[in-house]
Structures are given as structure tokens and as C-alpha cells.
């Protein structure tokens, strides 16, 4: 029953987040609109019935049903149609979602609006609007991820032994020890559970990434200085070559790929370790290049997505995951039964992945996203700026609207996405351990 209740606390406080990061965002295109004198008639948290409202002054706030999104309604979001009216009506299908596009960023006109509207500030402002709110969320998302690095820390490997490899064998290989393999170097050495090594070579070490370093780069004989009951102790090691797991940029091992390097043969501890703001800022822009790759293969990832909803297939740990199921990933968190610390990073850690995914998704140059209306808008600052080169006349305004039948086919993909991800998320959930 304690885990029932911890696990619904966790969805509660994940969505609890989750409103928490869809307000921010839209307090960042409302503040902005407001600074540029553009009239706002809503700022709504969430979609469907509103369940809550006031207004004040000329907008009302509110609050909706359904926690999935937000928006705030700007006055003339698109400039009106070539006949200058803002209403007009077509038996073509993709005319009308243009004219119905239109017509709607007008709802609400009032006396005094024609100099209030969106489409009518110039397009460098129209692009803080449109970015104000993903940037919002990046904002949130690095404040977030430092403050947990900086404070809480991660939980990395140290140069604490945990373990010694009791004979020499490839990484690669895979297998436990045989009759004939020659002891490990750190076998022979003396080296201990528990040890911390404190310098290698004589030069001192303070981390894991340094030692392996060192031990990769070393073949022959070395001292080894390790902390052991209260004491320093000097071992003498003799590394020998042996095909090891090859790392990434990031220090990372690589799944299947081997080099030959110096081996000492012995097991990190881990334990979580607070991050210094170099470090956190380095591993902050891991993350954000990570979350880049993740939306570049994300078209990749359908068929395995798919599989693992309808084919029963199991499902891989880096697949795209929903609201529903990172609700779910915060109610495992709670029922994890981890110390309070770990447990407070970890929520912290799922909701600034949130706000981080918010941010790079709201960026992609298609409408109905934020994206789509900044390029819209750089792309009449560029034609404009030719026209003045080339002195011609001025083209007026980029009609965003025209591109609306583009907006719902892309917005018709994403529904379709999100629901395979919603069905994936309920039948076969990506689940932590």
C-alpha cells in the first residue's frame, strides 16, 4: 500500500511540474507580447473545459482541464487577406483553413486594436515573442540541471576500489576467470576492496576519469598510493596491455568497440558526487547535444516504437517516452524506496528533461510550432531587407497563414506520434531500476 501511495505521489508531483513548466513558458510569450504593446485576450494553462479564471486587465488567466499544454491568444497573428478584409470565406478546403487561421487571430477586435496587432511589430520582435517561451523553458531546464550537479551531485564512479579482478582477461571476451590466466595486476599488487587511491605514478588523483586515463596510458611498472584504514600506502603494480572498452568523447564506454591499453584490473565504486560549475557546465552541454541527437533520430525510433506496442517487442531504454509515461518513470522514482537526496535529484532530473525537451521541440521551424512562426518572421526581416537593397518595393508583411495547411498536416503527424506514444506508454512503459 506505502508503495501505491509513493508511486501515485510521484505522477502527482511530476504533473504538478509539468504545469509549473507549461506556465513558465507562456508567461514568456505573454510578458514579451505585453512589452511590445500587443494585445493579449488569454493566458491559458492546459487545454478543454476551464475549470478556473480571472481576469485582469485586458486578459484573463486561466486554468484548463486537460494538463497537456498551454497558450496565451494574441490580437492579429496574421496580417488580413489580399483584399484587406480580415473575414472572407472560400468553397476550397485549404483556402478555408488559411481564411478560418485568419479570422480567428482577429476574434476580439476592438476599437484601438489596429495598432496593437501581432503582425503589424516589426519581425526582430516578433521573434522574441515566439522565443520567449521555449527560452523560458532552457532557462528552467539548465537552472534545474545545475543546481542538482552543483548540489546534490551524480552518481559517479570513484577511485575507490570496489572490486579486484582476480586474473587478466579481455573486456571483450566477456568470461570469468580460467585455470592458467595469469593473476591481474592489481591482484598481484596488494590492491583491496575498499582502497582509495589517492595518486599514481606519485601524482595525485582526484578522480575517476584522471586514474583511467592514467592506468590506459601506462604499460610497465607504476605505484599505486592508495588511503587504507586511516593510512597511506604505496603498492608497486606492473600493467600489462589488454583490450579494454574503448571510450567516447565524453569519457563514456562504447557498446562493443575495444582498444588495447595499459590494465591494472579492479573495479570503481560509485557514489554521488556533487559536480564543480566547470564540470556542470560541460555536462550541461552533453546533455543539451544529446537531447539534439535524440530529435534527429526521433523519426528512427517509429518502428521500434511501434514493435514494441503492437508486436510485444521489449522496449529499449532510449525510447521516446510521452507525459503519460514520464508520469509513470516519477511514480517508480518515489516507490524506489532510494535516499531522500537521490530521490529529490532524480524528479528535479525528470522534470528539467521535460523543459529541455519543450525547448529543442518548440524549435523546429514548422508550424503550428514556435519555431515555425520565428522563421516566418526571419524570413520577411530577409526578403524585406533584399527589397531595400535592390530598391523595390516593399513586399508587406509574410502571410503566415498561407501556410496553415502545412501547419495541420504537421500537426496531424504529431497527433498521430503522440498517440503511439501514449498507447506504448500504457501497454509496455519504459520502466527504471
Not at 226 to 243: P, T
Request: hydrophobic letters at 45%.
Amino acid at each position: 500500500m506505502t508503495t501505491i501511495l509513493l508511486t501515485v505521489l510521484g505522477i502527482v508531483i511530476f504533473f504538478a511540474g509539468l504545469l509549473i513548466s507549461i506556465a513558465w513558458h507562456e508567461l514568456g510569450h505573454l510578458s514579451t507580447a505585453k512589452l511590445f504593446g500587443v494585445r493579449v485576450p488569454q493566458y491559458m494553462v492546459g487545454f478543454g473545459p476551464t475549470l478556473w479564471s480571472r481576469h485582469k486587465g485586458e486578459t484573463e488567466y486561466g486554468i484548463k482541464a486537460i494538463p497537456l499544454g498551454g497558450y496565451i491568444r494574441m490580437i492579429g497573428m496574421f496580417p488580413p487577406g489580399a483584399d484587406g478584409r480580415i473575414e472572407a470565406r472560400s468553397t476550397s478546403p485549404w483556402r478555408g483553413m488559411i481564411e478560418d487561421a485568419r479570422s480567428a487571430a482577429y476574434e476580439e477586435l476592438r476599437p484601438g486594436d489596429e495598432t496593437r496587432l501581432f503582425y503589424t511589430r516589426k519581425p526582430w520582435k516578433r521573434v522574441i515573442v515566439m522565443f520567449a517561451g521555449p527560452f523560458m523553458n532552457l532557462i528552467l531546464a539548465v537552472a534545474i540541471f545545475l543546481g542538482v550537479f552543483m548540489t546534490i551531485g551524480l552518481n559517479q564512479q570513484t577511485t575507490t576500489v570496489d572490486t579486484v579482478v582476480p586474473c587478466v582477461v579481455a573486456q571483450s571476451e566477456n568470461r570469468d576467470c580460467r585455470k592458467g590466466d595469469p593473476a591481474s595486476p592489481a591482484k598481484a599488487a596488494g590492491l583491496e576492496k575498499g582502497d582509495k587511491i589517492v595518486a599514481f605514478d606519485g601524482e595525485p588523483v582526484k578522480d575517476w576519469a584522471t586514474l583511467s586515463d592514467r592506468i590506459r596510458g601506462t604499460i610497465g611498472t607504476a605505484s599505486i598510493t592508495v588511503e587504507r584504514d586511516g593510512r597511506e600506502k604505496v603498492l608497486q603494480a606492473n600493467l600489462i596491455a589488454n583490450k579494454v572498452a574503448k571510450k567516447d568523447a565524453q569519457g563514456q564506454p562504447v557498446a562493443d568497440q575495444y582498444v588495447k591499453a595499459g590494465y591494472l584490473g579492479f573495479g570503481p565504486g560509485t557514489a554521488v558526487v556533487p559536480l564543480s560549475f566547470t564540470d556542470s557546465l560541460d555536462r550541461m552541454g552533453v546533455m543539451i547535444e544529446s537531447g539534439v541527437d535524440s530529435l534527429i533520430d526521433l523519426p528512427s525510433k517509429v518502428p521500434d516504437l511501434w514493435n514494441a506496442t503492437f508486436n510485444g517487442e521489449e522496449r529499449k531504454a532510449d525510447s521516446p517516452m510521452g507525459v503519460v509515461g514520464a508520469a509513470r518513470v516519477g511514480g517508480e522514482i518515489l516507490g524506489l524506496g532510494l535516499p531522500m537526496e537521490n530521490t529529490v535529484g532524480m524528479m528535479l532530473f525528470l522534470i528539467a528533461g521535460f523543459n529541455l525537451s519543450l525547448f529543442l521541440f518548440n524549435m523546429l521551424p514548422l508550424l503550428p510550432l514556435d519555431g515555425g512562426h520565428i522563421a516566418g518572421a526571419l524570413w520577411e526581416s530577409l526578403r524585406r531587407n533584399v527589397a531595400r537593397v535592390f530598391r523595390r518595393p516593399d513586399p508587406g508583411p509574410f502571410d503566415v497563414a498561407k501556410l496553415m495547411p502545412v501547419a495541420y498536416v504537421v500537426a496531424g503527424i504529431f497527433i498521430c506520434f503522440t498517440a503511439l506514444v501514449l498507447v506504448a506508454d500504457v501497454v509496455n512503459p519504459v520502466r527504471i531500476s
